[in-house]
């Protein structure tokens, strides 16, 4: 099974950019489709963008379409959030996840990262 590990949180002033990375490993990375959700305080966890196994089809969360980029590097078993014109209600955690069925099948995804932290200042 694939393991997950994130990395590129941190703090950043509203309108600032952060780009976070996850790295796989374990198995065949091109099995996976891969997303990104995110668990703000006080709030259940959302899916923030999806990418299928070929990086051919995304998804993004209405919130943040035409801000977040998502995609995967799968030479180096990576998926990418590039995320710009970040805001206040952006701050959570962040995690990475690996599904073996489809990118957009939200409630597929069982393979998880330890998560990242995201604060966005005022």
């Known amino acids: 099974q694939v393991q997950l590990v994130e990395s590129g949180g941190g703090l950043v002033q509203a309108g600032g950019s952060l780009r976070l990375s996850c790295a796989a490993s374990g198995d065949t990375f091109t099995r996976y489709a891969m997303g990104w959700f995110r668990r703000a305080p006080g709030k259940e966890r959302e899916i923030v963008s999806a990418?299928?196994?070929?990086?051919?089809?995304?998804y993004y969360a209405d919130s943040v379409k035409g801000r977040f980029t998502i995609s995967r590097d799968n030479g180096k078993n990576a998926v990418y959030l590039q995320m710009n014109s970040l805001k206040p209600e952006d701050t959570a955690i962040y995690y990475c996840a690996a599904s073996r069925g489809r990118y957009d099948a939200f409630g597929d995804y069982d393979y998880w990262g330890q998560g990242t932290q995201v604060t966005v200042s005022p």
């Open positions: 990418i299928s196994w070929s990086g051919m089809s995304t």
